[in-house]
């Protein structure tokens, strides 16, 4: 398919020509397998996700299977595309993504839901999966969203929870015995009932009961699992990783190298849903870290080598780690970048490091304003954390720290708000400790805050979220207390959060406003410039469904949540006592300290806990 003539007219170009150093060529005539592992946001954002960079890699080195890259088109592409009625289309060979053995979608956040079904009616394929032909693409997800799959149960032929790399192979191999059988459809999807960590939401039956809670959720396929566990990788310095990243030909999100150097996480904050469901931790070895850092050093040419993991400094060999990357790095110029430092394990020795080639900002998380509010959610730092950390940076010559909090979280009053405040002005004073003659002349603090969103398959996953109002009168009294000119103030558009917050936790009466939602207009909602509130409020009220059912009430223990027939590794036991301690502002010690009985290391048959 030739897509020249809508490139001439489009802003960037390059965001759809596909022919970047590293990325993979194939002949599709030759191929067994044709997967369109399709990312629902711009390039820019796509090209940035490491799942992406590791399956897609994964996927090519079988030599019968071709996976091809396809992200949204940016409005000024798509409305070439209608006008000039060329499908969806797969960067590699500008193939029509309807042609493809699968359309794959990796779901990172819930506004990104609108982009799906955009992309699948722009690719010309039947939205709902009941209506879906025999020679159509079977349409399969995964990612973090997929914890919750039902408001995408309609669209979606079946769900890889959990760690992809072997789960998607076993998916492959079930293919391949299927096509060759020559049987139905139908028959493939059965087949997928037998791969654990596989979720085929058609041969599960909801009810509801009259107050639109759910009665029953139940298989109706004697194979069907009655809880489908995620699936998780034991050993991760045997699994694939790729050392030949693709270099885009512009500039995107996060434009450089990364290094996963485990997941999991041992804290146990109670409103994140990455610190829950990526349990266990599992570490790579530093050995692995370093070949793999020279063999990506080699390939790409990034003047950046970012650390990737969900808290940084907690993993065991950092020392070995960072000193050998050092090594690799600082004759070449290459910045070493390691986010997701917590502050209580912020040193000198680490910044040294980061700054060791350029100096980047340093972003700080407290989350709370009081350290009652931090129990509360377990976060399991401090103020004199926060004030150490802030005077190691500004001795160290940093002059911008950026402070990242959220709002809205449960038992908050406006003392946590007002203690927000009062601590930007304290790190300000850290500034100012510093001897004139040693410290960054430029002063920047940055308070941040995000509006707290109810996760599935965390403590929190059965507290009532804050409405719009109540947020917007949240965001402006915490305005009112920052009086320092030394401190600017940015927050998150409440309305979006609220919107986050019903698909989230959201069920199958869900998949009626996106599919409403999509004919209205809505897409890349996650951008500011397109999020239509009203638009939104307008698919719900035409889809018969009220948006703050799924947000605005407490639920109870014992309702049947639509997440409830996915074992993420926590379990309901372990978070419902993690829900009564927050009440209780009572903290639970990291996973090193003392093992809480989270019931990962039962549920996952074997998983290791760290």
């Not at 170009?13 to 022919?19: E, F, K, L, N």
């Not at 109670?270 to 080699?298: H, N, W």
Request: charged share 25%.
């Amino acid at each position: 398919m030739n897509i020249d003539r809508l490139l001439a007219r489009v802003q960037k170009p390059t965001r759809y020509i596909g022919t970047e150093f590293n990325s993979v060529h194939k002949n599709p005539e030759e191929m067994a397998i044709r997967f369109a592992f399709c990312f629902p946001d711009v390039y820019e954002v796509g090209m940035s996700h490491l799942g992406m960079k590791i399956l897609y890699h994964l996927l090519n080195r079988e030599e019968d299977i071709y996976c091809e890259r396809v992200f949204a088109p940016w409005v000024d592409m798509e409305e070439e595309m209608r006008k000039e009625g060329v499908p969806l289309f797969s960067l590699e060979t500008t193939s029509p993504v309807a042609d493809f053995d699968f359309v794959g979608f990796t779901l990172q956040y819930e506004m990104s839901f609108s982009n799906i079904i955009n992309m699948l009616d722009l690719a010309g394929i039947s939205l709902y999966s009941s209506e879906r032909k025999e020679d159509e693409p079977f349409v399969c997800c995964g990612g973090p969203c997929a914890y919750n799959p039902e408001p995408l149960a309609d669209f979606v032929d079946f769900f890889m929870l959990g760690e992809g790399e072997e789960v998607m192979l076993e998916v492959m191999d079930a293919y391949r015995k299927w096509k060759a059988s020559g049987a139905p459809r139908r028959a493939f999807l059965e087949s997928l009932l037998l791969v654990p960590g596989v979720y085929v939401p058609c041969f599960y039956d909801v009810t509801y009961n009259d107050d639109g809670t759910i009665a029953s959720f139940l298989a109706n396929h004697p194979s069907a699992p009655k809880t489908i566990t995620k699936r998780i990788i034991h050993d991760l310095d045997k699994v694939i990783y790729p050392d030949n990243f693709i270099v885009p030909f512009m500039e995107i999100v996060h434009d450089r190298m990364m290094l996963e150097v485990f997941r999991g996480c041992i804290r146990g904050c109670r409103f994140c849903q990455a610190g829950m469901v990526y349990r266990p931790v599992r570490e790579k070895s530093a050995k692995t870290l370093l070949d793999c850092a020279q063999k990506l050093i080699d390939s790409t040419g990034y003047e950046e080598l970012s650390i990737s993991s969900l808290s940084t400094s907690d993993y065991t060999e950092l020392k070995e780690l960072t000193d050998g990357l050092l090594d690799l790095t600082e004759e070449k110029k290459i910045s070493l970048s390691l986010p997701s430092l917590r502050l209580d394990n912020f040193s000198m020795e680490l910044m040294q490091k980061v700054q060791k080639v350029r100096k980047s900002g340093l972003t700080f998380a407290p989350e709370a304003g009081t350290q009652r509010l931090r129990d509360v959610i377990n976060k399991g730092v401090t103020e004199e954390d926060l004030l150490r950390a802030a005077s190691i940076a500004f001795g160290g010559g940093y002059g911008g720290v950026k402070l990242y909090f959220m709002m809205g979280l449960p038992t908050e009053t406006n003392e946590d708000l007002a203690g927000i405040a009062k601590l930007a002005e304290k790190v300000v004073e850290c500034y100012f400790a510093v001897p004139k003659e040693q410290r960054n002349k430029n002063l920047k603090v940055t308070v941040s805050t995000s509006s707290f969103v109810p996760k599935p398959h965390t403590p929190f996953q059965w507290v009532r979220q804050n409405d719009v109002d109540e947020l917007l009168e949240k965001q402006n009294f915490l305005k009112g207390q920052i009086t320092s000119k030394r401190v600017s103030y940015n927050w998150h558009e409440a309305k979006l959060s609220v919107l986050e917050g019903v698909f989230a936790r959201g069920d199958r009466k869900l998949s009626k406003v996106l599919a409403c939602a999509q004919k209205l207009g809505a897409r890349f909602d996650g951008w500011h410039e397109f999020f239509d509130w009203d638009l939104w409020m307008d698919a719900f009220r035409k889809a018969g469904v009220d948006p703050y059912f799924y947000n605005l009430r407490e639920r109870s223990y014992d309702e049947i949540l639509p997440w409830d027939h996915i074992n993420a590794g926590p379990s309901k036991e372990f978070l419902m006592r993690e829900n009564e301690k927050a009440k209780r502002a009572e903290v639970t010690p990291n996973c090193r300290e003392k093992c809480a009985g989270c019931g990962v290391n039962v549920s996952l048959g074997g998983g290791h806990c760290g």
